[in-house]
């Protein structure tokens, strides 16, 4: 079998689509430091989503690091895309402040993730900090660790004049990287051996972590793929490393990186790759191994075969070793390459599966033959600054294959106001697709802030009717933010849909109106305070209180209702400016007990701000409501009431001469909270 053939059956393995979303979310937010002055808006939107698609990684990992090349990075094994130009400019400038990796740690801190982001931004050739320096700065869950390659020898001399001849040393860097990510150094440490054994004994001795895993297998992955794609002058003395670096390492800490690695797809890849450019004792082990860590079988007797062609492959005659050495590499890729694992499912179960799973609406470009992603053709997209029809296909096909926060993060990290953007951007955005992601209960919410901006008034009707039809909360709360930001314009829609909605539209528009602060001049909403259901009356008082002649209504509506929360809500506005009207209502039902303590000790606050004669009859017969002496009742028991009471006269009747001598009487009392009660504010007239 052909290496060629070889090569398409075993792909290489992607990340998966949490990872996927946070490094971009992560390019994403770097692309947008660099365009906008600190505390824009943008910047704390990007800072927000990296946060949360981190901390969701966080939870489950712990830990996540990534590693470094110079055009792309490694998370978990995978290398990310050279060619998109988001990752792309992340690596490079991780690459230009000489860092190797980046570990984020369980707490990582939002302030933490915007300090490394503004870090990252800066541009070390223009006076900024190199993060790899030892003088770089340091923060407590994000750990750096410096790639240092000027202080690191790697190719004899020979070797990288002939590098540098060819232009390319990119396999060179990588193996720096695999060695700095091996040791584990970080910027306080000296540059890291870079003997194939050290770094074996290295990665052996350390202790068995994830992150650690990840990023080490990462590099060996990258590795093992750049020397099998051509002879060049440098790949002689790296294939001699990487093969001494795997033949000399543990076997069980060698399966448990390739099982770290991904899945078996990914580990064919690597040992495909490995039998066309590794020493064949390097490839005995790593077949061996892979086997182990895919559970599959080889059998004896093929084995005996393979051991018997490298030892002539190393030690035969002349003519024989090259005949044994490519037999044996050619048998070793048909056979990795004829790896599957059983499916433990039943056949009809693995059939329904399958059909769950399915996307619909695959993308077909104009050209039959047109094999490019409709990621890529966006991007190019926006790169040329030029638009046609396969654009317009490649946005639809992402967004049927549920990609649309892809393409947002794509538009919105793009330079504003350019054609291509505008354009796409008025593609995306319509009435039907915004009604799509309404309709879809949240899954897309997130995503619907640039669509407001486009679409204006045009939104403001698929936005109410999903008040009435979505049954998520999280869209509907969004929902009522947005109508907020269409502006007054959309007041007397939300008005004209009051009457005839459900209660809980009904309260949700007076939520929307109340935030607007501008209604059409024929609306109130005083119908509403009489609802039935407590939840409307509460945001109609809220909204009563707001108009020039509805203040007096709303308290005094608010004080008769039988709802706590609306009652509560009638005395905070009576404590700032309490209606004549209202004391009679207070009083009435003070009278009635139907006041908790809480409420009793407000409506003495409310009685004392209302200054009328009632309330100070009601405020006084209180106070003296203890045994008669003489022809004058003594001050009552101490309460919370009594002393709320004391304060209140003192504080606006002082000069009153029934007062007086109820003050008169609390100053010489026997017990000092009552006495505290009217001395620290005799004479002032300060309010309760």
Known sequence: ?????????????????????????????????VMYPDGHRSLQIAEDRVMERLESLIRERQSLALGVAREQLVVEGVATDPKNPLLRGLARHLHRHSLGAVKFLAGVRREEIAEVLRAIASDPERGGVVLGGRDGPMWEHVRLFTAAYDRLRLLDEGEEQAANSTGDSLASHLWLELAQA???????????????KAIAQAISAHERE???????????????????????????????????????????????LLQMGGDIEQRKKFVVDAAQSMAVDAVMVLVATAAEASQQVISTPLMRLFSKLAEHAEGGALGARREADSALREQVQELVTGWTLKDPNPSDYSAALERMVKRSGAYLGTDETHTCEPERIVQMTLETGTVGPESLAAVDALIQQEQLGLVVSLLESAPAGSEAVVTLWLHVATVDRLVMILKSDSAYVEYLDPFIRILGMRAAVPLLDSLSASASRSVRSKVMSLLETLGPEVAHLAAARLPESPWYVQRNLLIVLDKLCAWPPDFSPLPYVAHSDPRVRRQAIRLLLKFPDGYDRAV????????????????????????????????????????????????????????????????????????????????????????????????????????????AEAR???????????ASRRGTGENS
């Open 1 to 33: 079998m052909g290496t060629n053939a070889v090569q398409k059956q075993a792909p290489p393995a992607t990340l998966s689509r949490d990872l996927a979303d946070f490094v971009m979310e992560l390019a994403v937010a770097l692309h947008k430091m």
């Open 556 to 663: 005094c509506s608010g004080l008769r209702d039988p709802d706590g929360q609306v009652v509560r809500t009638a005395f905070t506005a009576a404590l700032e400016k309490c209606p004549a009207s209202a004391v009679p209502i207070i009083l009435e039902r003070l009278a009635q007990r139907e006041f908790g303590a809480e409420l009793e000790l407000a409506s003495i606050r409310v009685l004392g701000k209302s200054g009328t004669a009632e309330a100070l009859d009601f405020l006084l017969q209180r106070a003296l409501s203890g045994r008669k002496w003489l022809f004058w009742r003594r001050l009552g028991t101490k309460s919370p009431q009594l002393l709320a009471i004391l304060a209140t006269l003192t504080a606006h009747w002082p000069t009153d001469p029934a007062v007086a001598r109820v003050l």
């Open 210 to 256: 994830p992150a650690y895993d990840q990023v080490v297998v990462g590099y060996m992955l990258k590795i093992a793929n750049e020397l099998n794609v051509a002879d060049r002058p440098a790949s002689v003395g790296l294939q001699q490393r990487i093969s001494q670096l795997v033949s000399a390492m543990d076997r069980d800490q060698l399966r448990e």
């Open 182 to 196: 091996a040791m584990q150094s970080d910027r306080s440490e000296e540059p890291p051996e870079t003997d194939p």
């Open 668 to 678: 010489t009392h026997r017990d000092p909270e009552v006495r505290s009660a009217v």
